[in-house]
């Protein structure tokens, strides 16, 4: 027998997985349909932020966003990519601010 071959032994441990183990996918929704149901508290600064950048920007910029966390006077935004984000902080950074009335906005990617 090989030295380096690993025979289990009584001290191995036995993993053991549910039956119904499965991972579903759910498909990205835009984020006011999301955030109606999980945050209705940001929804009037949503409205606010759309009424300021427009349709069109807030469709390129506001809808991809992962999440948005305000607390007081700071707001954490999780963007799509490194891409998206760029683009956040270069058009949208003083509408945030004004929707959400927070001066202290950090943009992150997720990954």
Same mark, same amino acid.
């Given at each position: 027998?090989? %030295?380096? &071959?690993?025979?289990?032994? *009584? /001290? *191995?441990?036995?993993?053991?997985? #549910? ?10 929704? %835009?984020? !006011?349909?999301?955030? $109606? ?8 600064? @949503?409205? #606010?932020?759309? =009424? =300021? @950048?427009?349709?069109? !920007?807030?469709?390129? &910029?506001?809808?991809?966003?992962? /999440?948005?966390?305000?607390?007081? =006077?700071?707001? &954490?935004?999780? #963007? *799509?990519? =490194? ?5 956040? &902080?270069?058009? $949208? @950074? ?9 001066? /202290? ?7």
């Amino acid at each position: 027998m090989r %030295p380096d &071959l690993v025979v289990p032994g *009584e /001290n *191995e441990e036995n993993f053991v997985v #549910a039956r119904d183990a499965r991972v579903v996918t759910v498909p990205f929704s %835009p984020i !006011e349909k999301r955030f $109606a149901k999980e945050k209705p508290q940001l929804m009037p600064g @949503l409205k #606010a932020l759309r =009424e =300021e @950048l427009g349709d069109a !920007e807030f469709e390129r &910029l506001i809808t991809r966003i992962h /999440n948005i966390n305000v607390s007081g =006077e700071r707001c &954490l935004i999780v #963007a *799509e990519s =490194e891409l998206h984000r760029t683009f956040i &902080l270069r058009d $949208a @950074l003083p509408a945030i601010s004004k929707a959400f009335n927070v001066s /202290n906005i950090r943009v992150v990617t997720q990954g």
